[in-house]
């Protein structure tokens, strides 16, 4: 089954403390991204990759950072989490060029930094 | 840069019909999504359209497209309160690798 994985689903930190959220895809997708949902903003891309090794900024990408080492896993990293990083994550992955209706979300992580 | 836009909120009779609207700014967009997030769930592509159409029906929903007013409605046939959700609207940017330029998202609200 077309899956993208995300882990944790559900995290409570504390401000600083450094945190990674794994995104993990079978479709053998190139292209990689992820985005934060916040209320009355919609979601915003924060980085995306367009294959291993090839990372960009989204629009959002202040205090985070992302790798790309393997085609299969794209992990967000906040280094220093803070309170305004309080938010829904998701992961999407699609095939390189693809028409769009190829992209492919997971299901969300809940992240609350206290 | 590009925007969308659409408005937040919307309740809705069970059984009545919904319309949610959304207009959008970059004109080159290829594909306009509309996607569902229901309560603590993540996103489901509900349908797409693509630019050179003006209609889509899939069962109970109906998306229109009027390109010259960069302007994309979903209407909901005979709404039922398993349609209560946030409903996102989003285009592809033309300038990005399958970037998708959402909307804030409208709560739709159906109720007895």
């Known amino acids: 089954e077309a899956q993208v994985t995300q882990n944790p689903r559900y995290l409570i930190t504390v401000t600083g403390k450094k945190l990674t959220v794994t995104c993990s895809q079978n479709?053998?997708?190139?292209?990689m991204s992820w985005y934060r949902q916040d209320p009355g903003l919609g979601l915003r891309q924060i980085y995306y990759?367009?294959?291993?090794?090839?990372?960009d900024k989204g629009d959002v990408p202040e205090g985070y950072k992302v790798s790309r080492k393997e085609k299969r896993n794209f992990p967000l990293i906040l280094e220093s989490p803070s309170p305004n990083q309080t938010s829904l994550y998701f992961c999407?992955?699609?095939?390189?060029?693809?028409?769009?209706?190829?992209?492919?979300f997971g299901e969300g992580s809940w992240l609350t930094v206290v | 840069g590009e925007d969308v836009e659409q408005s937040l909120f919307l309740s809705v009779r069970e059984g009545d019909s919904s319309v949610i609207n959304c207009t959008y700014t970059?004109?080159?967009?290829?594909?306009l999504y509309w996607y569902k997030q229901e309560p603590g769930a993540g996103l489901q592509l509900l349908t797409y359209?693509?630019?050179?159409?003006d209609m889509k029906q899939d069962q109970r929903l109906t998306v229109l497209l009027n390109k010259k007013d960069k302007h994309l409605s979903l209407r909901i046939a005979d709404t039922q309160t398993g349609d209560s959700a946030i409903y996102f609207c989003?285009?592809?940017?033309?300038?990005?690798?399958?970037?998708?330029?959402f909307g804030a998202g409208t709560r739709l609200a159906v109720h007895p």
């Open positions: 999407a992955s699609s095939l390189s060029g693809g028409d769009g209706n190829t992209i492919y």
């Open positions: 479709m053998n997708h190139e292209y």
């Open positions: 990759s367009m294959n291993v090794e090839v990372t």
């Open positions: 970059d004109s080159s967009s290829t594909y």
């Open positions: 359209i693509f630019s050179n159409m």
């Open positions: 989003a285009e592809i940017d033309s300038g990005g690798y399958n970037k998708l330029i």
